[in-house]
């Protein structure tokens, strides 16, 4: 499954504003810890503050269990700067019963230099097998000049990594060595 970071900023943005409430002042601390319907607990604690100055940053955290010992993990974070900086990240792990782990992570930002924005994740099954893929792109404000870089795992292919870079107006260029 790949989902975008911005489906996933949206949703958990969302989730957030039940945080926010209506005031902006700072609020802290706001935790929930109960059983739920799956049969297991629901746990959880988030965060919103607005600064004077403008800034604002808000967090949650969230972890379910059921009653099949299956464990999921979710978190993320937005936050807007003075200056118009703004971004966010989320990250969603699944642990089950038999061992298996599933996680899926992205962060997106941007600002007066440029932006970023990365979406991968894992999976390990019951037997150990692990697999791994992120995509990564990074803008530079002033020259327009984007990387795409993708970077795979695998025990069967082991580390494999591609790299395209374009100018401001989509021609592919030669990227950047170290």
Known sequence: MKTSITTMAFCFGLSLASLAGASSAAADGRHVDRDNM???RTVGAGRYVAAENGGV???RRVVRSDDQGNVSKTSGGLF?????????RFSNTVHG?????????GL???????GVETNGGYQRDANGNLTQNRDTAITNAQTGNTYQGNTQYSK??????????????GSEIACPSR
């Open 38 to 40: 799956k049969g297991g």
């Open 57 to 59: 940053l808000a967090q």
């Open 80 to 88: 807007r700067t003075p200056n118009g900086g703004q971004g966010g």
């Open 97 to 105: 019963a038999d061992g298996s782990v599933q996680h899926q992570s």
């Open 108 to 114: 997106k930002a941007s600002g007066e230099k440029g």
């Open 156 to 169: 069967e292919a082991g580390v494999s990594h591609s790299a395209t870079c374009f100018d401001g107006s």
